[in-house]
């Protein structure tokens, strides 16, 4: 994925499907400086953590 459709389903009010290691997760904020994005699974709440937006997939 890059830089702007990650910041686009970030702000987009209607849920996407994004998966990262095969897991469906919600991107909390994405950082334009170091092109990454906070994310956490969607299963799994509270373990927020930073990855390159290129390693995020939309289905």
Same mark, same amino acid.
């Given at each position: 994925?890059?830089? *702007?459709?990650? =910041?686009? $389903?970030?702000? +987009?009010?209607? *849920?996407?499907?994004?998966?990262?290691?095969?897991? @469906?997760? @919600? $991107?909390?904020?994405?950082?334009?400086?170091?092109?990454?994005? $906070? $994310?956490? @699974?969607? =299963? &799994?709440?509270?373990?927020?953590?930073?990855? +390159?937006?290129?390693?995020?997939? &939309? &289905?």
């Amino acid at each position: 994925m890059n830089l *702007m459709r990650a =910041k686009e $389903i970030k702000d +987009d009010p209607n *849920m996407k499907n994004v998966v990262y290691n095969g897991k @469906y997760v @919600y $991107i909390e904020d994405v950082n334009d400086e170091k092109q990454k994005a $906070i $994310i956490h @699974y969607l =299963k &799994e709440s509270g373990k927020e953590f930073e990855v +390159d937006v290129t390693e995020l997939k &939309e &289905e």
